[in-house]
């Protein structure tokens, strides 16, 4: 048996916890192949890793498909997490506000460290055609209204955004840095941001930080934002 010396046991603990995080992130299941492909690391590494995974209930494996998927064991250390966590129910009022008064569908958001935003309420809107999202859902912050809305007043986070890989999710996905920072620029004067089809076809957004609002001071400096559908 091989003996790991603690760099080497921090290292494994945290390329398991990434594979946790790549489980959630996909819209489902995943096959150990996806997994390589999402995190690029070796396949032998992954495997240890997913099945470290499963072997703690921390996911499932079915060997009929091949797919590895969540368990509740992480929704419900997920859950545990929010009892702390009362931003959404102050902000409550103010998304069934905003709901009564477009007839869109609502969303919260937050700035994950990865640069990424993270749904964490939705309300729904009264239209016909839905918006296909969930909680916990992870979204680009530098093509959708609400993360531009978030990122157009933290500089740190714009610099730390616009370092990184720019995805071109649809044809009008704008990735060039420097025309996303003039964006921004246009979002911290207009006190709000406006997207189409950069996220999803066929799909736009309108976001605001939450202080801007009326009645913003209700959410203190939470550095959110939410509002319509996400494109």
């Known amino acids: 048996m091989t003996t790991l010396n603690r760099n080497q046991i921090i290292a494994a603990a945290a390329g398991t916890l990434e594979i946790l995080d790549i489980l959630g992130r996909g819209e489902g299941s995943m096959t150990l192949g996806e997994l390589v492909m999402e995190s690029g690391r070796p396949k032998g590494t992954v495997h240890r890793m997913v099945s470290t995974l499963?072997?703690?209930?921390?996911?499932?494996?079915?060997?009929?498909?091949?797919?590895y998927a969540l368990t509740l064991k992480a929704w419900r250390i997920g859950s545990a997490a929010l009892l702390d966590f009362d931003l959404v129910e102050r902000a409550r009022p103010i998304l069934d506000e905003l709901r009564t008064q477009t007839g869109e569908t609502v969303h919260l958001s937050v700035l994950e460290p990865s640069g990424e935003i993270?749904?964490?309420?939705?309300?729904?809107?009264?239209?016909s055609i839905g918006v296909l999202t969930r909680l916990g859902q992870l979204s680009p912050s530098w093509c959708t209204a609400t993360g531009r809305a978030i990122l157009a007043f933290d500089e740190a986070a714009i610099d730390?955004?616009?370092?990184?890989?720019?995805e071109r999710r649809t044809p009008k996905t704008v990735t060039d840095p420097k025309?996303?920072?003039?964006?921004?620029?246009?979002?911290?004067?207009d006190g709000h941001a406006v997207t189409y089809a950069e996220n999803h076809l066929e799909m736009g957004g309108v976001g605001a930080d939450p202080r801007l609002l009326r009645h913003c001071h209700r959410l203190g400096r939470c550095g959110v934002s939410g509002v319509q559908d996400d494109g």
């Open 54 to 67: 499963v072997n703690t209930g921390f996911a499932t494996y079915t060997r009929e498909t091949g797919l």
């Open 118 to 127: 993270v749904y964490v309420a939705k309300v729904g809107g009264s239209k």
């Open 160 to 166: 730390r955004v616009l370092a990184s890989r720019l």
């Open 179 to 189: 025309a996303i920072r003039k964006i921004l620029v246009r979002v911290s004067e």
